[in-house]
Structure formats: structure tokens, C-alpha cells
């Protein structure tokens, strides 16, 4: 059975910081897509940032570009995300999702293109 285990998540005041993990098991996804999402109350989901299976490619939202870093171990089958300089607007439940495979012209920001989701770490940051 396939987990992903989010955590890390909680309550910081604006221009803190926070790191998340997603522990992956059930399967190696050495070779597989991952990424974060998130989700405010009353708002869709969107895109945080996603990460090639070997680290050599990374995306992120316009929103979090130059604030947040996402990065994988894969010996440890774990991503992250390093969050700096975080704002009110920054809170949300993040997801970890992870891709079984990847097709030719999928969108990486599109989350129906993830197969596997987390339940999912609560991030709170005041004014």
C-alpha cells in the first residue's frame, strides 16, 4: 500500500520559516515526479512546486518563487520544502503528491497528473 506522510507543518508568524517532509512508502519513487500542493479554506488546490525524480528540474508557483525550496532524498524516499520568508497568505493544508508515471505533455502543475496524495500538514502563518 502506497503512503505519503506529510509533516512539519504549524504555526509561525509572517517572515518565519518552515520545513516540510513527505515520507514516501510503499513503493521507490526514485524515479517518479513529486511535488506540493496546497489548499486554503474556500480556495482550490494549486501548484506549489515539483521536483524531477533526479533533482535536475524544479517548478514553482510565481507566488513562492525565491522563498521556497523543494528538494528530494532519494535513498531516504523524501521530499521537502523549505519555506522562508513566510507570508499570511502562505496558509493553507500542503499536500505531497508523487506521480506513478509521466506522460508526454502533462502539465506539471496539474494535479489530476499525480496518482498519490498525502492527508495532508496544516501551515498557519499570523500577521
Known amino acids: 500500500q502506497v503512503q505519503l506522510v506529510e509533516s512539519g507543518g504549524g504555526l509561525v508568524q509572517a517572515g518565519g520559516s518552515l520545513r516540510l517532509s513527505c515520507a514516501a512508502s510503499?513503493?521507490?519513487?526514485?524515479?517518479?515526479?513529486m511535488g506540493w500542493f496546497r489548499q486554503a479554506p474556500g480556495l482550490d488546490r494549486e501548484f506549489v512546486a515539483a521536483?524531477?525524480?533526479?533533482?535536475?528540474?524544479?517548478y514553482y508557483a510565481d507566488s513562492v518563487k525565491g522563498r521556497f525550496t523543494i528538494s528530494r532524498d532519494n535513498a531516504k524516499n523524501t521530499v521537502y520544502l523549505q519555506m522562508n520568508n513566510l507570508k499570511p497568505e502562505d496558509t493553507a493544508v500542503y499536500y505531497c503528491?508523487?506521480?506513478?508515471?509521466?506522460?508526454?505533455?502533462?502539465?506539471?502543475?496539474?494535479?489530476?497528473?499525480?496518482?498519490?496524495w498525502g492527508q495532508g500538514t496544516q501551515v498557519t502563518v499570523s500577521s
Open positions: 521536483i524531477s525524480w533526479n533533482s535536475g528540474n524544479t
Open positions: 503528491a508523487a506521480r506513478r508515471y509521466s506522460a508526454s505533455g502533462w502539465d506539471i502543475k496539474d494535479g489530476l497528473t499525480y496518482h498519490y
Open positions: 510503499g513503493r521507490t519513487f526514485g524515479s517518479s515526479t
